[in-house]
Each structure stands twice: as structure tokens, then as C-alpha cells.
């Protein structure tokens, strides 16, 4: 069982940064890959950014890639979600989630545990 409960998402203007975390209990967190969705109005659940169980490795959406940066911090059972020169079109419920494997997926199905999601919105 693993619990995620993300937080830190709110109103910014474009340019602008945001960080979002993702408190994980259940299962132990050093063994799973993490990864952060969003659902913008009227679309369907996007990949944004993935990491690896130990963080070593990273892979990001075109979309966000050199702008949004993810992280984790396995000693606080966290994963993070460093968005920088936010834009409009990153307005979202974004979404993190625990992966089956130890690395992740770009895929929703590679994800067997997600959370309630956070709003951003990015003014203009």
C-alpha cells in the first residue's frame, strides 16, 4: 500500500516558479520509481517528469523539459517538482504517482499508486 498526498500547487504569474512535493507512506519509498502527471481543462492526464527509485535518473515531457525539474529526497519519503519559467499552458491539477518498477514510466499504466493532485494555475 502507498499513500501520496501532494501539496504546494497555487496561483503564479508566467515567468514565474512554484515547487511542488509528494509525501509518500506505505510501502518503502527508496524502492520505486516516481512520476508527475498533469490534466489541464478539457485534456487528458499528461506526462510531465519521471525519477528513478535511488534519483538517479530523470526523463521530462518535451513540453517542460529545461524549465521543470523533478527530485526526491528518499531519508523524507518526498518527491519533488521544481517549475521554473512557468507558463500559461502549465496550467493543471498536476498529479505525482508511485511506479511499479524502480524506475518509472512515461506511461499511466506503469503507475499502480497515485495522489489527489494539486492545482496550479499560471496567470498571464
Known amino acids: 500500500q502507498v499513500q501520496l498526498v501532494e501539496s504546494g500547487g497555487g496561483l503564479v504569474q508566467a515567468g514565474g516558479s512554484l515547487r511542488l512535493s509528494c509525501a509518500a507512506s506505505?510501502?518503502?519509498?527508496?524502492?520505486?520509481?516516481m512520476g508527475w502527471f498533469r490534466r489541464a481543462p478539457g485534456k487528458a492526464r499528461e506526462f510531465v517528469a519521471r525519477?528513478?527509485?535511488?534519483?538517479?535518473?530523470?526523463r521530462y515531457a518535451d513540453s517542460v523539459k529545461g524549465r521543470f525539474t523533478i527530485s526526491r529526497d528518499n531519508a523524507k519519503n518526498t518527491v519533488y517538482l521544481q517549475m521554473n519559467s512557468l507558463k500559461p499552458e502549465d496550467t493543471a491539477v498536476y498529479y505525482c504517482?508511485?511506479?511499479?518498477?524502480?524506475?518509472?514510466?512515461?506511461?499511466?499504466?506503469?503507475?499502480?499508486?497515485w495522489g489527489q493532485g494539486t492545482q496550479v494555475t499560471v496567470s498571464s
Open positions: 504517482a508511485a511506479a511499479a518498477s524502480s524506475f518509472g514510466s512515461s506511461l499511466e499504466p506503469g503507475y499502480a499508486y
Open positions: 506505505g510501502r518503502p519509498f527508496s524502492t520505486y520509481g
Open positions: 525519477i528513478s527509485s535511488s534519483g538517479e535518473s530523470t
